[in-house]
């Protein structure tokens, strides 16, 4: 025997017995129930509300297997067999929310929620990773709060790949089996689940060669990564003059990015990371490797006495100008993904002064076409996603301390 639990929303009293062949055929539940069953043809009138109901079957095997091939399910027969009937009948999800702001991991709840159902433009998503990023927790904390005021209850995590289920209206780019890699925006979040909605046109398709969890690190880091080399002006085949760059932070996750892409250029890399971390860096093709826990690198010196054309600087926590700044060729740039009071005061300054070294912010803007070409970039082997570590949905909250503590190699995973 088997039984699936519904939740009523509402309930039909009839004088004469339901029309079995008539309008119950015609919805979903006619796949659940046997047409030949006890019925208890009488509710009393004055209970309003209905609340639960358990209905009871037994099918052979393989008229069940028949009728899951044909099931009108909103997620298509293949689905039907991989989730309970229960989650087919109300639709709901398992996902990770908070509710207001602070908390950190503790903040985190497991909670049920219903599907969401794909708008016009739009794609459902079975998820298969997420990852988390710095700027996920840094909107819990309500740093952000000017620029990315969440709704609360609140599900985070941008960055995701998975199955298309659904389409909404007008979709044209994908069709329920396609594998995609999506990016969510800050202000809507949704990846901490078992389902999401994400827009057509910041979703791109993901080749068989890259996984879910390869795919799932690149929209927000990945995506920083090659905003960098975009502004310090390289060219990713190589061509070009040849520049020095220097990229702090580079075990994190858009550092480890950066490493990668700026050698795709004519460059030379300098990069600052942890002792435990500096082969790790090397490995992914740094020309040199500071710790920054030395005195040289501290100050960034480095170690074949290249002065800095372009500075890549990933790192979440402050390096002042003064640092920088001796390092720096006659034209050398910093270019900071971080930018905070400091250093909006030190670009004032150096307009004031005519300085030819510059201190710029990074600013980006997600866009599908630089997302298809990163992981086209990991189809060929150019360019990896690192994974520190995978965490089920289950374990949410140890993936969201792992981020906060700052000492990643790489990127965290989510997988429901």
Known sequence: ????????????????PF????????????????RQFSHVPHVTATRTFVELVALTWSRPQKEQAALQENSPSPFGPKYDAGMTLAAMVSKLMRAVQYNSYGGGASGLKHVE???PTPKKGEI??????????????????????PFFPPKFPHIPATDVAGEVVEV???????????????????????????FVTASESLTVARPP?????????LPIAGLT??????????????????????????????GHYAVQLAKLGNTHVTATCGARNIEFIKSLGADEVLDYK?????????????????????AITGIPWSTFKPNLSANGKVINITPGPSTWATIAQNKLTFSKKQLVPLITSAKSENLDYLVKLVKEGKLKTVIDSKHPLSKAEDAWAKSIDGHATGKIIVEP
């Open 124 to 145: 459902l998503l079975k998820l298969e990773a997420a990852t988390i990023n710095p700027v996920d927790w840094r909107i819990q904390k309500g740093k952000l709060r």
């Open 1 to 16: 025997m088997g039984e699936v639990l519904l939740k009523l929303e509402a309930a039909s009293l009839k004088s004469t």
């Open 168 to 194: 909404g209206k007008g979709v044209q780019k994908f069709k329920p089996g396609d594998k995609v890699v999506a990016y969510l925006t800050l202000a809507n979040g949704g990846g901490m689940a078992e």
């Open 294 to 314: 030395t005195p040289e690198g501290a100050v960034l010196n480095s170690p074949s006495g290249r002065k800095y054309d372009i500075v890549f600087h990933c």
């Open 113 to 115: 929620v219903p599907v």
């Open 19 to 34: 029309d079995w062949n008539g309008k119950f055929d015609k919805g979903m539940l006619w796949t659940l129930l046997p």
């Open 225 to 254: 990564a090659l905003a960098l080399t975009q502004a310090a002006g390289l060219n990713l085949d190589g061509s070009g003059q040849k520049k020095n760059v220097l990229i702090t932070a580079a075990s994190g996750g858009v």
């Open 209 to 217: 060669e890259v996984s879910a969890a390869q795919g799932a690190g």
